[in-house]
Structure formats: structure tokens, C-alpha cells
């Protein structure tokens, strides 16, 4: 028998951007075209571990380096600090201008910053637990506010538990990898938006621990979804969370999800980013959670009318 439960699964979104810029600070790209200014010939990408997340930073930025002229040459640390340590040194003799990381430990951050030397170094996705490295003139990070990502999808939900009429609701949660900073203040962001939205959050299971992996989650959530009371499912990132969507899938229980919901949501996200910062619009479309430009240029235009360049000139003129 086909089991019916009404539930919302939320998505995190993190941005993802392939670019070298000015270092020093963390990420606030200009709205203007990025050039190939330097000259680069190839720069490395060195990530923690591959996963279906870093396949497609890895994608994009390898996709923006060819369009500028040069090149991404992407190494696996597999979760060993010292290996980054060793690839950051072997790149910047080979005479790379830059690296970019995404650090297996955010507490031993320094060390990568003194393997780079003078070189820049681009962290993504995961800033250094001492911010104050980012001080540093060749130093720089790129990536979600790990402080409001968790929190904008407590506010997604309560906006839409209200519409429903609900005040108070169980959820599952499913978890990146413990004492990872990421996994911490996403987890704390969301339920702490639902409190101050006037949403009471319980839950209904203890935290599942899917260290970012489709399957992994996919395997964790399916003896849950029918067997307990809950209300919605929130993941950590968009991975763990289409792998919870594949468990209801696998065990029958239908998932109202509302996207057409989440999708205006992200919209109007976009068009304030557009007129309160200077990101480039596919700054804005990652930050945003949209998968591509072009997805994120349709989407816009069939909703206000004009594409995200032409309502960017408009705010000037």
C-alpha cells in the first residue's frame, strides 16, 4: 500500500565560484567581467575529498578558467592535511601565481598559508576557524557565510509552516561531517531562525551523520521515513538532501515539497543580492542556489520580465 505523508525537504545551497581575485578579504566579487589580467596559464585546485559537491566546483571553475584562458588542475587530498600541504608547495614551485583550497581542517588553515608563501591562496567553501588569516594580503575566501546559510533555510521554513498554519513541527535532521564548522552553524542557523520566526522545532529523531554523501543519507533516511512523526527533513547540503528524497521515492511516502515555493524564494533572494551588493550574476545565481546561469537567466526573466543584466541596468540608470 502507498504510503502519504506531507512533508518539505530543504535544500542548502553553497556557492561556488572558480576565480582569483583580489586577496585579503572574504569574498565579495565585483559585478564587472572577470579578465585574465595575470596572464595565468593553470592554477590548482586542491580539495579536502572528491564528493558530488566538488565535482561541480570543480566543474564550474574549470568552465570559467577556459573561458579566461587558462587552466584547472584539480588534486585530491582524501582528507589528509599534509598531503594539501605537500600539493600547495608543488604547485607554487612550479610557479603558480595562486592555489586555490578547500582545507581538509579549517583549525590548520596557517600551515597551507605557509606553504603558499607569497602566492595568492583562495580558500572555498570552508574559511579558515581564525578569521583573522584572511587579513593577509594573498589570502582570501570564497563561499557561503556559514553564519546565514543555515539560518536563510529556518526562515524559508517558517515562512512556510505559517502558511500552513503550523506553529510547532518535528524535523530530521541530516548532518555533514561532526565538528566540521559548516555542519555546526548550518544546524544551529536553521533551528534558531524557526525559534525566531515563532516556529517550535523538535526533534524527532537524533541527528543522521551523512558526512555530505548522497548515499549515505539515502541509506540513513529510508528506514525513518515511515517509521516516525516528522514534519519536514533538513539537510546540510543539497547532496544528503537529494538522497533523503530518493528514500521516500524508494519507500512510497510522497514528498510535498514545495518548489515552486522554494524557487520564488530564491528569486527574490537573487533580485535583493542585485540591488543592496556587486556580485556578478553568477556570483548571485550560486549564492542563490541555482545550478547554472543560463538555468538562473530563464527562471529570472519568465518571473520579472527582464534578464538579471538588463534589471542590473536598470538599478543604474
Not at 575566501?141 to 546559510?149: N, R
Request: glycine share 8%; hydrophobic share 40%; charged share 20%.
Amino acid at each position: 500500500m502507498k504510503m502519504k505523508r506531507t512533508m518539505a525537504l530543504l535544500m542548502a545551497g553553497v556557492m561556488s565560484a572558480g576565480m582569483l581575485a583580489g586577496c585579503g578579504k572574504s569574498s565579495s566579487s565585483s559585478g564587472s567581467a572577470a579578465s585574465n589580467d595575470s596572464n595565468l596559464e593553470q592554477l590548482t585546485f586542491v580539495i579536502a575529498a572528491r564528493d558530488e559537491f566538488m565535482s561541480t566546483i570543480e566543474s564550474n571553475m574549470q568552465a570559467n578558467a577556459e573561458d579566461l584562458g587558462f587552466s584547472i588542475v584539480t588534486q585530491d587530498a582524501q582528507n589528509d592535511a599534509a598531503k594539501q600541504i605537500q600539493y600547495i608547495e608543488t604547485a607554487v614551485n612550479g610557479g603558480e601565481k595562486a592555489v586555490i583550497c578547500l582545507p581538509v581542517d579549517a583549525d590548520g588553515t596557517q600551515s597551507l598559508i605557509d606553504a603558499a608563501g607569497e602566492a595568492k591562496l583562495i580558500f572555498v567553501n570552508r574559511p579558515p576557524t581564525n578569521l583573522h588569516e584572511l587579513a593577509a594580503d594573498n589570502v582570501c575566501y570564497v563561499g557561503s557565510d556559514e553564519d546565514t546559510s543555515g539560518y536563510y533555510q529556518g526562515e524559508y521554513l517558517a515562512e512556510y509552516f505559517k502558511a500552513k498554519g503550523k506553529k510547532e513541527v518535528k524535523y530530521i535532521m541530516i548532518q555533514g561531517t561532526l565538528g566540521n564548522v559548516s555542519t555546526t552553524k548550518r544546524s544551529a542557523g536553521v533551528i534558531r531562525a524557526l525559534e525566531d520566526n515563532g516556529i517550535k522545532a523538535t526533534e524527532a529523531q537524533a541527528p543522521l551523520v551523512a558526512d555530505w554523501d548522497r548515499p549515505t543519507a539515502q541509506e540513513m533516511v529510508q528506514p525513518l521515513v515511515a517509521a516516525i512523526e516528522y514534519d519536514c527533513i533538513i539537510s546540510n547540503n543539497d547532496a544528503m538532501a537529494l538522497g533523503a528524497i530518493e528514500a521516500c521515492k524508494d519507500a512510497g511516502v510522497e514528498n510535498d515539497s514545495p518548489n515552486h515555493y522554494l524557487q520564488q524564494y530564491r528569486l527574490d533572494h537573487a533580485k535583493q543580492l542585485m540591488l543592496t551588493t556587486n556580485l556578478s550574476i553568477l556570483d548571485i545565481a550560486l549564492a542563490s542556489g541555482f545550478g547554472s546561469v543560463g538555468h538562473f537567466d530563464h527562471l529570472f526573466k519568465r518571473e520579472f520580465g527582464m534578464t538579471p543584466k538588463q534589471f542590473i541596468k536598470r538599478r543604474y540608470q
